[in-house]
Structures are given as structure tokens and as C-alpha cells.
Nanobody, 122 residues
């Protein structure tokens, strides 16, 4: 069964850039839609974006559109979230998730990484 792994915590200043990685345990990640969600303290988990297909395309929620992009390396079984022009309101735990069809609801996904804390200070 495919498992997803995320590593480390990240702390940056506002305006900085970060890359988050999500690694699949098996070379099956290319068969899945991989999505990114985030959850800030006291808030519900929200959709950030998803990367689809090979060659890939991606969709992002309006609050990060133009600042965040995604990429996938099928050889290394890694999907990356590229975050630019970070703002304090981007502070959250970021999760990657995978399924075969995509979607913006967390309930659509049954494969999850363990999350990466991202803290953006002003």
C-alpha cells in the first residue's frame, strides 16, 4: 500500500520562499492525484492545491494562486509544493494527500502524509 512521507518543520520570514516535499513509499505516486491541504490552529483543514497527471497540471485555491506552484518527479516518487511570497497567514501544518480522482474536500482522500509545520513570521 502506498504511504506518503513529509519531513521537517519550516520557519521563515514573510516574503520568503519554501519548498515542501511529499514522498511516496512506492513508485506508484504517478498514478495518483496529489493534493496539498493546510490546517491552522483552531481552523478546519483547507484545500491548497492539487497536481494532476503526467505531464502534470495543477490547480490552486485563490488565496495562494500566483504564489504557489507544484511539481512532480515520478522517477524519485516525489511531489513538491513551491511556495513563494509567503505571508504570516500561510502559517499552518501542511499535509499532502493522494487519491485517484482529486477533489477539494479532505474527505475525498484516504492517503495522507504526517504534515509539515510551516511558520511565517512578519
Amino acid at each position: 500500500e502506498l504511504e506518503l512521507f513529509q519531513f521537517g518543520e519550516k520557519s521563515v520570514q514573510a516574503g520568503a520562499s519554501l519548498i515542501l516535499s511529499c514522498e511516496g513509499s512506492k513508485r506508484l505516486l504517478s498514478n495518483y492525484v496529489v493534493a496539498w491541504f493546510r490546517q491552522a490552529p483552531g481552523k478546519e483543514r483547507e484545500f491548497v492545491g492539487e497536481i494532476i497527471g503526467d505531464p502534470f497540471s495543477y490547480n490552486f485555491t485563490d488565496s495562494v494562486k500566483g504564489r504557489f506552484t507544484a511539481s512532480r518527479d515520478n522517477f524519485r516518487n516525489i511531489v513538491k509544493l513551491h511556495m513563494n511570497s509567503l505571508k504570516p497567514e500561510d502559517t499552518a501544518v501542511y499535509f499532502c494527500a493522494a487519491n485517484s480522482v482529486g477533489g477539494r474536500s479532505p474527505t475525498a482522500y484516504d492517503l495522507w502524509g504526517q504534515g509539515t509545520q510551516v511558520t511565517v513570521s512578519s
